[in-house]
DNA sequence: TTGCAAACATACATCCGTGTATGTATCCAT
DNA sequence: ATGGATACATACACGGATGTATGTTTGCAA
């Protein structure tokens, strides 16, 4: 079926799509059976090759982890630039189009999805994966102090309490998100995930002094869908595969 | 070093000694290395046993994670049959009472704090664990139905919006906590675990219409303090070990 | 064209974990 | 006291995963 099936030496394109076949099926096996119990063979096996390619491209399991994580973050990054260019007006509406851009990843793009069940659901957070968890960590980490500068300059625009904890509010607002996909990923039938990450944050979010109309009036409508057709190109801009 | 050490036919107090003794060794195991990659051996050489003393009490690794979350669980239950004896008053306060109880014993009490940390952090939940996970997963449901109820007669009672959907609320709250207790245990020094989730879900109860100065009133300070005592007292009981 | 290195496949050696079978010493009931 | 069951320890058989070493084919540069 595949046009070379025991040559060696392919171009470097051909090389790279190997690369990202091994990735694919990674991903896959990864998801289904989770991290520690699949063996290289298994991903090898299901990219139609053989552990000697997986060996070649990447170092061991944990570095096949680690692209992994990376070719799943840049996409996510380029829809929150995205998100930043459309959305110059204000820092809330920034924040709200950001929430509802991740959570309309996570739901519609498969690969975005499953990478969040991996990290979340069928991965050990051990020293194995260290040199995965401090790019976790440190990635983390930026989109903690984005979201922390955010909330200061809502808080500057009268937007948010002024005695408001940007930092603070950055890490609640981090801990709803993933707590919320955490249980969706372990059920996904049991609720609609957009529609309670939307609901919960704007709830919190007047809770910190937000104008409770305001969701309704210049988020929920428009900007929501504008958000998430941007986020739907960049997937598929992503997902050239 | 023990008193016995190479005999056998313990009475049956000595044997559900032995057999705490391999909970907690599997518990510290688990803790450090993943469920996963730590094997039998490790755990019976944490309890000063053998390979043969743990297929003795358990049928495998997952029998025992099974065993691991079901002594977690019940004296959680217990503190929460207590704060729900303690304040019979209102359900808006028994809901914030539950909240900083459940967040109390994860920062002060080890075990369930290990125990967070194993399911969230170091078990990958795929079909292996199929038994306790549909364990867990029912527990998890038998816990929202209960905090659904709980939502339910605060709207009755007029403490929050009228037109609150409980069973979503009861997600929304659940996520809450274990979104921030997922990134408390990841860098436990990066917050205060148990200020952020009262300060988090005061705010969300805010936007679900509850009264901004009911926490700071009846909860924060008197009640808050009784709750930790209660959970406490609770925890040295289910610690007797 | 030739030769080197890329891009794999194959083969090998090693170790580790699991499950079970068997041994053994003690407690307990009769 | 004594046989059986309990509460383990020990021994064995087995598969499976890892890492590396080696082979092999091809693209590409000089």
Redesign the interface.
């Given at each position: 079926m595949p046009a070379t099936h025991t040559m060696a030496r392919k171009t470097k394109t051909e090389a790279l799509e190997t690369r990202n076949q091994i990735l694919d099926a990674a991903e896959k096996v990864f998801g289904?059976?989770?991290?520690?119990?699949t063996s290289l063979h298994e991903i090898a096996e299901g990219a139609g090759l053989t552990r000697g390619a997986v060996y070649w491209h990447f170092a061991d399991k944990y570095d096949l982890l680690s692209a992994l994580w990376e070719r799943c973050l840049l996409p996510l990054e380029a829809a929150f630039a995205a998100i930043d260019a459309e959305h110059v007006e204000d820092a809330l509406t920034r924040i709200r189009a950001k929430v509802r851009g991740v959570a309309d990843r996570i739901v519609h793009d498969p690969r975005t999805r499953n990478m969040m069940g991996i990290f979340?659901?069928?991965?050990?957070?051990?020293?194995?994966i260290a040199a995965s968890r401090q790019r976790i960590?440190g990635d983390?980490d930026d989109c903690l102090q984005q979201m922390a500068a955010e909330f200061r300059s809502a808080v500057a625009a009268g937007q948010l309490r002024k005695d408001l904890d940007a930092d603070?509010a950055a890490?609640?607002l981090?801990?709803?998100?993933?707590?919320?996909?955490?249980?969706w990923l372990?059920?996904p039938s049991?609720?609609d995930f957009e529609q309670?990450v939307a609901?919960?944050t704007?709830?919190?979010?007047?809770?910190?002094g937000a104008d409770p109309l305001a969701g309704r009036r210049r988020v929920t409508r428009p900007t929501r869908s504008a958000a998430a057709q941007m986020a739907k190109k960049a997937a598929r801009r992503a997902s050239v595969r």
């Open positions: 289904e059976r989770g991290v520690a119990r979340l659901l069928r991965c050990e957070m051990v020293d194995e960590v983390r603070a890490i609640e981090h801990g709803i998100i993933d707590g919320l996909c955490y249980h372990l059920e049991r609720f309670r609901a919960c704007d709830a919190w979010l007047i809770g910190q």
